[in-house]
């Protein structure tokens, strides 16, 4: 069964071109050149993973995330302006998976597009039996939800996959390196702060403890300490 991507770009050259190299590489495409429009068919829930730039000539792409993440999971990787940290920032903060700076590498698109499926993939085959508690966390991998004290965390999907590493290694550090491998699916670039966005939001969700749950081990990587 081949992917469904939604691609929302209104640069028209630029959203054919990635359309054209996606469907090359085995993905179904659906493309929208305005942020209503990618909401309509993104809320259709007729796609796996949405691409969508932040900057739309009706609504933002940030006002897109927010209205997606009111009610679905559905993976989001944004289209960036390079070097425009605070974009990614508030990506992020709203609910973003990924992003991809522009000018866009189109090999590098279908690169991310296939680790973030590619992790859904794994833990839709994870054993659904497998529910495993941590303190007041519960995680229910047939779900994808972890839960805290009874409630649901409104988690993406990337920061669902690093708190179920993070929890998976309780007690102990993971190297920056390999939870950015096993939880995001690529190398840990320099000025890379993808993970660390990831880890500033989970803390914010999880209760901003005191100290942090999820501890920074500097020169290491990160390791998520049990409440007692």
């Not at 909401?39 to 609504?59: E, K, R, T, W």
């Not at 960036?80 to 990924?98: H, N, P, S």
Request: contains cysteine; charged residues 30%.
């Amino acid at each position: 069964m081949q992917n469904r991507v939604l691609l929302v770009e209104d640069d028209d050259e630029l959203r054919q071109l990635l359309a054209r190299y996606l469907t090359n590489q085995g993905f179904t495409v659906r493309e929208a050149a305005n942020g209503r429009d990618g909401l309509a068919l993104a809320m259709g829930q007729d796609c796996d993973v949405v691409v969508l730039d932040i900057m739309l000539p009706d609504i933002s792409g940030l006002e897109v995330l927010r209205e997606l993440r009111a009610s679905t999971h559905i993976p989001v990787a944004l289209l960036t302006a390079r070097g425009d940290e605070t974009d990614r920032i508030v990506g992020f903060e709203v609910g973003a998976d990924d992003y991809i700076p522009k000018p866009c590498n189109p090999r590098e698109l279908v690169a991310r597009l296939q680790a973030l499926l590619r992790r859904i993939a794994w833990d839709q085959k994870a054993d659904v039996s497998a529910t495993r508690e941590y303190g007041d966390l519960r995680v229910e991998p047939d779900q994808r939800r972890i839960f805290q004290q009874d409630a649901a965390l409104d988690l993406t999907a990337t920061e669902y996959e690093i708190l179920n590493v993070l929890l998976a290694h309780a007690g102990s550090v993971v190297r920056k390196t390999d939870l950015m491998q096993w939880a995001l699916g690529r190398r840990l670039e320099a000025f890379d702060r993808t993970l660390d966005m990831h880890i500033s939001n989970l803390r914010r969700k999880l209760g901003n403890d005191d100290p942090p749950r999820i501890e920074t081990v500097r020169g290491l990587g990160y390791s998520y300490r049990v409440p007692v």
